[in-house]
């Protein structure tokens, strides 16, 4: 049976990377510019560096934008060390054949995507391979959170373009690189949960600095719900509670209430129920996908609150803060499908329970096979567009955008307003060599 798990797994990744190159879009150049940018930003030598700081005041003079927004990414290469290093290499290489930087930037950040997305893909089925039932609920929790206008909307909010797909910005993958602390932390591979928070720290440095702080606090809220005192476990179930009224009372027209008191609901009673129901699996998945949830829209509540986002994004000198509401809305749509799938997989083994541990994983992975054939069928019109190569933006040629090559006395003459040029034009700068 764990050979079929195994199967079911690689099926699974095929799909998933079929409706990854399929959702590709080939707008957002402005951000695929930053990260061409970044990558060229990266391993530049000190004269190219000297170069754009000596612009830099010319630029500021004629910005219209926050200076704030402008300043995070000019400088936004060490923030996606990881992506950044692929993509440079990739340009190297591209450099290496033909001696200039490629006609079309774009092309190379989306391939470069591409391979993070495989990466994160693989990571997680690595850190499975021991047990493919757990590998294939991953995966099959990761398909139901690709659709969009899933059942998952009275759970998280709509998580827009933030899905796991997310194509033209690193954070997308990084959500996989999330779930793999999750899943060695299930599988007590204490060392591969640490790689995976420093994988996802190179991958994307924001996102890792307030993710990986809630699965701190997760963690700490699962320990305290096994603690034996009943009466403690019921006085920290009602202060949780009291602190997510407040925060309900707090978010006034932020986001509907429902999405904090589902998953606050389901935390506070498993906690009062205590060590005696976390011991099945299904229920503590229940209560670690909760719990984050909870914790993710507490924290893009206050984050997003004008007053306290303000506050918080001028100590920090960062603007995105404020933005937090919205990008932690990919890893809300995984952790929605982790509680929906592990609340069907929990009710199915109860139901089987009689059977033999046998027939039980054949049901389940007849259940997920059943799930991956639906997902087909209903994506079918994203698996014919990839096969077809015509259809699928992302074997389309990029859109251009009109990059000038300028000498270093002349970079004051870009204009930072039209950023996808901006960029995409400092990139050239960076690489070619003076």
């Known amino acids: ?21 399929a959702s590709y879009d080939r707008g957002h150049l402005d951000d ?9 930003r990266l391993y530049a030598d000190r004269a190219h560096a000297q170069a754009i700081a000596n612009a830099y005041s010319e630029w500021i003079s004629r910005l219209s934008l926050s200076r704030f927004y402008f300043d995070n990414r000019i400088s936004s290469s060490a923030n996606y060390v990881i992506p950044s290093s692929l993509l440079r290499l990739i340009l190297q290489i591209k450099l290496f054949l033909s001696g200039s930087p490629p006609a079309s930037f774009s092309g190379a950040v989306k391939y470069a995507f591409l391979l993070l997305y495989i990466f994160g893909l693989a990571w997680i089925a690595g850190i499975t391979w021991r047990d493919p039932f757990m590998s294939v609920f991953l995966f099959s929790c990761l398909i139901v959170a690709s ?17 796991a797909y997310f194509h033209y910005v690193p954070r997308g993958s990084a959500i996989l690189l999330l779930l793999g602390v999750f899943a060695a932390l299930q599988q007590k591979r204490m060392g591969m949960a640490g790689l995976s928070c420093l994988l996802l720290f190179g991958w994307h440095f924001g996102l890792a600095a307030v993710a990986v702080a809630l699965v701190f606090i997760v963690l700490g809220l699962f320990a305290a719900a096994q603690l034996p005192a009943a009466r403690l476990r019921m006085i920290l179930s009602g202060m949780l509670f009291l602190s997510g009224v407040f925060v309900a009372f707090a978010a006034a027209r932020l986001p509907p209430a429902i999405y904090l008191w589902i998953p606050l609901i389901i935390v506070c009673v498993l906690m009062a129920a205590g060590r005696a129901f976390l011991q099945n699996p299904w229920l503590a998945a229940v209560f670690l996908a909760s719990a984050y949830l909870f914790l993710a829209q507490t924290a893009a509540v206050l ?14 000198g960062n603007e995105h803060i404020r933005e937090f509401s919205f990008r932690l809305r990919g890893s809300m749509q995984v952790a929605a499908a982790v509680l929906l799938l592990a609340a069907v997989a929990g009710a199915l083994s109860m139901a089987l329970r009689r059977l033999s541990s046998l027939w039980r994983e054949r049901a389940f992975l007849a259940a997920a096979l059943a799930l991956l054939i639906f997902a087909v069928y209903a994506q079918r019109d994203n698996e014919w567009m990839v096969l077809d190569g015509r259809s699928a933006f992302f074997w389309q040629e990029d859109v251009l955008v009109n990059r000038r090559e300028l000498a270093p006395r002349d970079l ?20 070619r060599p003076l």
Request: proline letters at 5%; one cysteine or more; hydrophobic letters at 50%.
């Open 1 to 21: 049976m764990k050979w079929a798990g195994r199967g079911i797994t690689l099926a699974m990744i095929v799909h998933l990377c079929f409706v990854w190159i």
């Open 32 to 40: 695929k510019a930053v990260h061409y940018y970044s990558a060229a």
């Open 147 to 163: 659709f969009s206008g899933t059942p998952l909307s009275w759970i998280t909010p709509d998580p827009g373009h933030d899905l």
């Open 303 to 316: 984050l997003g609150y004008f007053s306290v986002g303000g506050w918080v994004s001028s100590m920090a």
């Open 412 to 431: 004051h003459k870009l204009d930072p307003q039209d950023q996808a040029a901006f960029f995409a034009s400092l990139g050239d700068f960076l690489l």
